[in-house]
């Protein structure tokens, strides 16, 4: 076994999700910081799939940091802020509105 990676435990989790999705085989194992107390997960695979699991992890990496920021419709600009709908208003396509703080306008967000 290989470590992969070691992470605290709400990312380890996105990352065995998506090493799941990628029907690669891990296991892990809790590891305690001995100076801070704090917990994080040791997540290893095996040799043959190391290389595998490296690629995929660089990809799950790149995708924690390429959400894709909503941008105004009318003005262009990246200044919104979010409200979501009660679950009452919900439409279909619809699960909030954002408004634009530098023209004012809302516009829907999309699911
Ligand atoms: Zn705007």
Redesign the pocket.
């Known amino acids: 076994m290989k470590t992969l990676a070691i992470l605290d435990p709400t990312l380890a989790t996105s990352l065995t999700d998506f090493l799941k999705s990628q029907q690669i085989p891990f296991s892990t194992q809790p590891e305690t910081d001995a100076e801070t107390g704090l917990e994080s997960i040791n997540i290893s695979v095996v040799d043959e799939l190391y290389d595998r699991a490296c690629d995929a992890t660089e990809k799950w990496d790149q995708s924690m940091h390429s959400q894709p920021k909503p941008r105004?419709p009318?003005?262009g600009?990246s200044n919104l802020e979010y409200q979501e709908l009660a679950p009452g208003e919900s439409v279909t396509q619809i699960s909030g509105l954002y408004h634009?703080t530098?023209?004012a306008?809302p516009f829907p967000a999309q699911r």
Do not use: A, K
């Open positions: 105004c009318h003005c600009s634009c530098d023209c306008r």
